[in-house]
């Protein structure tokens, strides 16, 4: 089993910036592909944030957080980070990150059901 417990949400005023991490436990954590998801408000779709793959680091991203948002993984340590620069209010959400086992395209690591193993999610709140 594997488990995945994510760090560093929080309240922020607009234009600054925040790191989240997403560190991994249990059995030996190899998976394809690593995304973070974004959740606002609650009961709606989560929203594709950015995924990297983890062996090559290929990496996809939301247009919506196109040059804003840099994922990253250290293998080492098995984490994959969120650096969120220049927030905006519209960046309210909890976001979770997800894992994937199952060697996907592209246009699969956008979608949620690809993920195997999700996080319990946090909460990142920007203020105008």
């Known amino acids: 089993q594997v488990q995945l417990v994510e760090s560093g949400g929080g309240l922020v005023q607009g234009g600054t910036s925040l790191r989240l991490s997403c560190a991994a436990s249990g059995r030996t954590f190899r998976p394809y592909a690593m995304g973070w998801f974004r959740q606002a408000p609650p009961g709606k779709d989560r929203e594709f944030v950015a995924?990297?793959?983890?062996?090559?680091?290929?990496?996809y991203y939301a247009d919506s957080v196109k040059d804003r948002f840099t994922i990253s993984r250290d293998n080492a340590k098995n984490t994959v980070y969120l650096q969120m620069n220049s927030l905006k209010p519209d960046d309210t959400a909890v976001y979770y990150c997800a894992g994937t086992y199952s060697s996907s395209t592209g246009d699969k690591l956008v979608a949620a059901p690809t993920y195997d193993y999700w996080g319990q999610g946090t909460r990142v709140t920007v203020s105008s």
């Open positions: 995924a990297i793959t983890w062996s090559g680091g290929t990496i």
